[in-house]
């Protein structure tokens, strides 16, 4: 069965640190890679997300994930954290064409220490 | 504004009862899910239709119904509630085939 695998649960920096949340998935053929982000109190709202192309995303407030096909991984990055980015982050992968449904991650919960 | 929208968006229920969760969009997308949300186990699907008039199974279907008989509309029906059914619980649409999920505000359900 496909799985979807976030190893940091949680995750404290300083306001300036760099941050790097790592998803691996197990699916081989074609993927559909997202990064969803849920701040306190709220519903799930898109980061970014990767169909094709680019395999260098950026999504919103200065986040961006890399698709590396081989390692099978689309890991998210942002090169100083803010207070605000506070929240609890989720990988999700949809594999193949067609409908399918989305997988999720177990999701990494980021505490950012002002 | 378009979007999703979920009632209630917070009950206290006692055990054994029957509980509907609503969800509602308005965006004409011809898939909707209900996953349930947990403290270390992220986002876990319920149920889902991927267009009106049908359903499927999601990863934790049991103690769970949905029905889809429009575009619009599907609730989450909890025949006799148990308090393992204590979570949050999001609806979502999608549109075309990219995966793309879009979600509600989340309705939290506590079953005493």
């Known amino acids: 069965a496909q799985s979807v695998s976030q190893h940091n649960h949680h995750v404290i920096l300083s306001e300036a640190a760099s941050l790097e949340l790592g998803c691996n998935y197990s699916y081989g053929g074609t993927v559909n890679l997202f990064w969803y982000v849920q701040y306190p109190g709220q519903h799930l709202q898109l980061l970014l997300k990767y169909f094709s192309g680019d395999p260098l995303v950026k999504g919103i407030k200065g986040f961006e994930a890399e698709f590396i096909k081989s390692k099978f991984s689309f890991n998210l990055r942002k090169p100083s954290v803010q207070w605000s980015d506070t929240a609890e982050y989720f990988c999700a992968v949809k594999r193949g064409t067609g409908f399918q449904k989305l997988v999720f991650g177990t999701g990494t919960r980021l505490l950012v220490s002002p | 504004i378009a979007g999703i929208t979920q009632a209630p968006t917070s009950q206290i229920l006692a055990a054994g009862r029957r509980m509907t969760l609503r969800c509602t969009q308005d965006m004409r997308h011809n898939a909707m899910y209900w996953y349930r949300q947990d403290l270390g186990l992220g986002l876990r699907l319920i149920h889902y239709s991927n267009t009106a008039g049908t359903t499927g199974k999601g990863e934790v279907p049991d103690g769970y119904s949905v029905s889809r008989a429009n575009t619009d509309d599907f609730p989450l029906t909890l025949a006799s509630a148990v308090p393992s059914q204590t979570s949050v619980y999001f609806c979502?649409?999608?549109?075309?085939?990219?995966?793309?999920?879009?979600f509600g505000e989340g309705s939290r359900l506590t079953v005493l």
């Open positions: 979502a649409s999608s549109a075309g085939q990219t995966g793309e999920l879009f």
